[in-house]
């Protein structure tokens, strides 16, 4: 016999039970994002692959390592599953001239791929909401982004989830930056582990960001960023900090918060957790506005972010919360081939009143078919043999109350069972 097929290791399937908590949660997203204004859009899962060399950064990890590339057979072409979405974004932005009357404020949702070793809150196939704002240069839009979101975590109820915010600066601030850092580090060449040496030509400034307990002291002693900065940068930095004063949000001024990714200039931004284990980071964005022009458009500001869906979802479970599971509201069993048109003709007319109903199939006697009823958390079953088929009728029996069952006409179906769900409602105030 040959094996069982599995899912590739860092895929996984969303089964149904998980896949209504996705749903919940899509739903509460679209929401939110529509109360600021965002437009959804949706890019191709597979770009060119110069795509995200020229955005990301040629020597970051993720073009370096952790691409899924490869070579179509047609044509030749480099191509490569999408690991993140601002690039796409802005590609798309550009291809379709988004920006000729305007800014924009956009989202999108979606599945992200990455080469790396699975593990709990990071996965090859990973999926974000990634939230773009396009052609706005002021702090503002830093600063609403990040209010956002904290909104969305009072939504969702999530606690234990903290801001942390720094600068990057302009690219000829970050480079008198890079000069003075790569002096002291190769000062201390001895103690850089094996990443930091091969980074410190390349993207010194990802050197800041190591998790090597035996490089923090020196990391530490690094020069700041932050003291590079000129006049502008640093009044857009604090124009960001007042906005969030002002709404309340508090932050932590994180210095070694550089983010991954080259294209990032001026406000970064991550909202992190200590209940995810290493992958604590739940959401994370920033300003990148040389991006736009780094693609062939006409220069304009952007700033964007995207939070890991599992990740939050990871949290939301772990705190104790409960998503609502989805019931019918009828469930309609039924025996008897005449039974069974009358069955689907009910089901029908319940449908087109709006209601959700669960037909059953697959045969079974009326004590089985009723057992499925009650599990499957319906508040009523419609109940059809042969004499209600022949009486152009349905009986109604209530599966979460003492209320006595009754037969009724199949024109006055709709009607009941609207009414008996409506008085349930009106007594407890849920269904």
Not at 42 to 55: G, I, K, N, Q, Y
Not at 101 to 110: Q, T
Not at 244 to 260: H, K, S, T, Y
Request: hydrophobic share 40%.
């Amino acid at each position: 016999m040959s094996q069982t097929l599995q899912a590739i290791r860092g895929m996984n399937d969303i089964l149904p039970a998980d896949a209504e908590l996705w749903e919940q949660f899509e739903e509460q997203v679209r929401d939110w994002l529509r109360a600021y204004g965002y437009l959804p859009i949706r890019m191709p899962m597979v770009e060119p692959t110069p795509l995200f060399a020229r955005a990301i950064g040629e020597v970051t990890d993720i073009v370096e390592k952790e691409m899924y590339s490869f070579t179509d057979g047609l044509n030749g072409e480099q191509l490569t599953l999408r690991p993140e979405g601002t690039a796409s974004c802005v590609r798309a932005v550009l291809q379709h001239n988004l920006l000729y009357d305007g800014p924009k404020r956009l989202w999108y949702m979606g599945p992200m791929f990455r080469h790396e070793r699975p593990q709990k809150g990071r996965y090859r196939q990973f999926h974000q909401v990634g939230v773009e704002a396009m052609g706005f240069a002021g702090p503002d839009i830093d600063a609403e982004q990040i209010v956002m979101c904290a909104r969305l975590w009072d939504d969702l109820g999530l606690e234990g989830i903290r801001l942390e915010i720094n600068s990057l600066g302009q690219p000829e601030e970050r480079a008198r930056h890079r000069s003075e850092l790569v002096a002291y580090l190769s000062g201390h060449a001895d103690k850089l582990d094996t990443d930091a040496q091969r980074r410190l030509h390349t993207n010194p400034l990802r050197i800041l960001d190591s998790k090597n307990p035996h490089m923090q002291e020196l990391v530490d002693g690094a020069p700041k960023l932050i003291d590079y900065l000129g006049e502008a940068s640093l009044k857009h930095f604090e124009g960001v900090q007042a906005l969030l004063r002002e709404a309340a949000i508090p932050c932590r001024i994180n210095p070694r918060l550089v983010r991954g990714l080259d294209y990032y200039n001026l406000t970064v931004f991550e909202w992190v957790t200590d209940q995810l284990g290493a992958q604590g980071t739940v959401c994370a964005g920033g300003r990148y506005d040389g991006l736009v022009a780094q693609l062939g458009g006409k220069p304009a500001p952007a700033c964007g972010f995207a939070m890991g869906i599992e990740r939050l979802l990871a949290l939301w479970l772990d705190q104790g919360n409960r998503h609502a599971v989805q019931v019918p509201d009828v469930y309609v069993v039924h025996q008897g081939e005449a039974a069974a048109l009358h069955a689907f003709r009910a089901a029908e007319r319940l449908r087109d009143a709006g209601f959700a109903v669960h037909l059953h199939c697959g045969g079974g006697s009326f004590k089985s078919q009723m057992k499925k009823a009650d599990g499957s958390g319906a508040l009523l079953a419609a109940i059809i043999g042969d004499d209600e088929a022949a009486a152009n009728q349905v009986s109604l029996k209530p599966l979460r109350d003492e209320v006595e069952q009754r037969r009724i006409d199949f024109d006055e179906l709709a009607d009941t069972v609207g009414t008996l769900l409506y008085e349930w409602e009106d007594d407890d105030g849920s269904i």
